[in-house]
């Protein structure tokens, strides 16, 4: 079994490559688009959380914390 396949670049081999050519469109675009999707990650977790535990965990009670 090949675990190791060539794929598509990363994130990351983007923003170097971006950066060593001057592609500063690219480059914002690269930071800032990924960037994005990780709080909307967050955020839609945190909701998550908040929506299956509801008021019953320690931690939603007034003076828990």
Do not use: C, D
């Amino acid at each position: 079994m090949n675990f190791f396949k060539q794929g598509q670049p990363g994130i990351g081999i983007l923003i170097e490559l971006y950066r060593q050519r001057l592609q500063s469109e690219q480059l914002f675009a690269a930071v800032i688009l990924p960037s994005l999707f990780g709080l909307s990650v967050f955020w839609g977790f945190g909701f998550l959380a908040r929506w299956v535990v509801g008021g019953w965990h320690e931690s939603a009670r007034p003076g828990g914390s």
